[in-house]
């Protein structure tokens, strides 16, 4: 599985940018995808996860009702829809796919997910 993110760059504080993570290789619909973070000097974490099928999805508690993830199935791409950005947005995405089955849970840990893209900086100004 190999994963592309893109999008970003450098958006006003309260401003809005979309995030596109195109995967390719063998995916299956039941598996998830995460988004993470990683601010300067900070530890990666989780912002948000969906599947492939489905509508369910699972947010962080900072970006509850400011990120949405939509899919295009047909192009094999999930997207992060930033909006109402903050300067404490600002950090490196990555999208990432979670390999193992877990039936109505989404991991929010790290090391759960198995194959990473190579990240993309959004930097948002005050």
């Known amino acids: 599985v190999q994963l592309q993110a893109s999008g970003g760059g450098l958006v006003q504080a309260g401003g809005s940018t979309r995030l596109s993570c195109a995967a390719s290789?063998?995916?299956?619909?039941?598996?998830?995808i995460g988004w993470f973070r990683q601010a300067p000097g900070k530890e990666r974490e989780f912002v948000a996860a969906?599947?492939?099928?489905?509508?369910?999805?699972r947010y962080a508690d900072s970006v509850k009702g400011r990120f949405t993830v939509s899919r295009d199935v047909a192009k094999d791409t999930m997207y992060l829809q930033m909006n109402s950005l903050k300067p404490e947005d600002t950090a490196v995405y990555y999208c990432?796919?979670?390999?193992?089955?877990?039936?109505?849970?989404?991991?929010?840990?790290?090391?759960?997910?198995?194959?990473w893209g190579q990240g993309t900086l959004v930097t948002v100004s005050s």
């Open positions: 990432a796919y979670d390999r193992t089955w877990r039936p109505g849970y989404y991991s929010v840990k790290v090391f759960d997910y198995d194959y």
């Open positions: 290789g063998r995916t299956f619909s039941r598996y998830a």
């Open positions: 969906a599947r492939w099928s489905g509508s369910s999805t």
